[in-house]
């Protein structure tokens, strides 16, 4: 089946780097993986965009989709990718089409995904309508009020090689999770290798990447599996152009060949995780003002032992929150942490004696 790809809305802009953001690693991901890994997708109908550059939206609206259908085992009703991606046209900054998926993340963290029938997925429309014209007070308000039900609670980096793709899958499928994964394309999703159009799956699949690159996309990462001889890496994705286009929305790839057009891989997960056995390299004294991924680790530390707001994501950032937590953790362990300093009451940072009882129950 032809279709002329080149009028299709794709845009999808790399995450700015933000020292918040909370590596899968920190998280206490496993490092030993099997051979296939395959999120449970069979029954998902992929978000379809047409002509609206939403398509980190999409991946964003699939993945609480799948979350929901993981409590309770149904697709249910409808959900609005809309809502995500006018959110995001409304925050980020960017006068074209398209968002980046940090952002989306934080969205589906922060406000979650109302139902379809609040926000209508109505691709129709020119893309400024689509989004509200950037307007958040244009979005109604009672998505925002359903959307609060259907919320991630937390998002992770991974690194992009073929064993963050296997740490991405394996961990989304064991926290009933999913994977956005962020690629350069170009014209062979769409041609067969002579030039023709085609979105036929036995033209354009696997996927072959190119040189001529025309933007950037956003998928739903699916699974990975081992070729039965060669034994090289496959990866699956869900796309959002058209259920005609491969196989209903669905291809793979060789991992070797697509690594250098791959931008980002990130994880979402239903809840913050609680992982037995958490283990983190500390080796620094930490204060208010302080930030990234050792606060981060930190912030898991005093998650699991209840010294942290059970609602409140990991930042990364030293900050009130961090003081109060590590003041409890400091009470709570007085006798390990205070009454040998000859202190009475938390200091509210990580010194000599915090840093030590964090190595002694939490270092690697």
């Known amino acids: 089946m032809e279709q002329n790809t080149e009028q299709l809305g794709m ?11 909370w590596t899968l690693a920190a998280a206490g991901a496993p490092t030993a993986y ?3 890994c395959f999120l449970n997708t ?6 379809m965009q047409g002509k609206i550059g939403c398509c980190v939206g999409c991946t964003g609206e699939e993945i609480v989709r ?3 259908y993981g409590s309770v085992g149904v697709q249910g009703e409808e959900l609005s990718f809309r809502f995500v991606y006018a959110l995001a046209k409304a925050l980020d900054g960017y006068q074209d089409e398209g968002t980046y998926p940090s952002l989306v993340a934080k969205i589906i963290r922060t406000y ?3 139902l379809a029938k609040f926000c209508p997925n109505d691709v129709s429309l020119d893309h400024e309508t689509f989004v509200y014209n950037r307007n958040i007070a244009n979005i109604p308000k009672e998505a925002f ?9 937390a998002d992770f980096t991974v690194p992009v090689s073929e ?3 296997k740490q991405a899958l394996t961990y989304a499928k064991a926290n009933n999770g999913g994977v956005m994964i962020l690629r350069r394309i170009g014209d062979t999703y769409w041609k067969r290798p002579d030039g023709v159009s085609s979105w036929n799956k036995a033209d354009i699949v696997p996927l072959r990447p190119t040189k001529n690159i025309v933007s950037g996309h956003e998928e739903l990462l699916t699974g990975y599996d081992l070729e039965p001889g060669t034994g090289r890496m496959r990866i699956y994705s869900l796309n959002h152009w058209s259920k005609d286009w491969a196989d209903n929305g669905r291809a793979w790839e060789y991992a070797d ?3 250098p057009y791959i931008v980002e891989l990130r994880v979402a997960v239903p809840k913050v995780p609680t992982v037995d056995g958490f283990k983190y390299t500390f080796t620094k004294t930490m204060q208010k003002g302080d930030k990234g991924p050792d606060v981060v680790a930190l912030q898991h530390v005093l998650k699991l032992e209840g010294c942290f707001p059970e609602d409140q994501a990991f930042t990364g950032y030293f900050g009130d929150i961090t003081v109060s937590g590590i003041n409890a953790l400091q009470k709570k362990y007085a006798a390990e942490i205070l009454v040998p300093g000859g202190l009475t009451h938390g200091t509210g940072t990580v010194g000599p004696r915090t840093l030590a009882w964090l190595v002694n129950h939490y270092g690697k």
């Open 145 to 153: 009020t359903d959307a609060l039900t259907r919320r991630s609670g």
């Open 11 to 21: 845009g999808a802009h790399a995450s700015p780097v933000d020292v918040r953001d």
């Open 34 to 36: 099997p051979d296939s």
């Open 257 to 259: 060949v697509w690594m």
């Open 42 to 47: 069979d029954w998902m109908i992929p978000s």
């Open 112 to 114: 979650g995904v109302p």
């Open 163 to 165: 064993d963050g793709i």
């Open 66 to 68: 799948a979350m929901v």
